[in-house]
């Protein structure tokens, strides 16, 4: 019973890590990726509408962001929110490969 106890919690936590992915980026990544898109439209002009781009471009947050900081300070702000999400799967990954090795 300890075996299928522990597979149990791997599994459990594999699948929670690896879902956590997009819930991520919409939560923390929302204001900075506003942002950016924001700088990007000034200047590029406007892109083709994909939600990727536009689903935080109006928000308060965002507006508020893309006025406080410098192209460089969104980018590694953005650079340091995917490393942390990538850790993250990269970690479930490992986590549910463990699993499925003691299975």
Not at 25 to 44: C, H, K, V
Not at 70 to 99: D, F, I, K, M
């Amino acid at each position: 019973a300890p075996k299928e106890s522990l597979l149990r919690y791997l599994y459990a936590i594999a699948a929670a890590t690896t879902a956590s992915g997009v819930p991520y980026a919409l939560t923390f990544l929302r204001r900075t990726n506003g942002a950016l898109s924001r700088r990007a439209q000034s200047l590029a002009g406007p892109g083709n509408g994909a939600i990727a781009l536009t689903y935080a471009f109006n928000e308060r947050r965002s507006v508020e962001r893309d006025k406080k900081f410098s192209t460089l300070e969104l980018v590694r702000r953005w650079q340091w929110h995917n490393s942390v999400r990538t850790l993250v799967l990269v970690l479930g990954t490992a986590v549910g490969t463990l699993a499925v090795a003691m299975d």
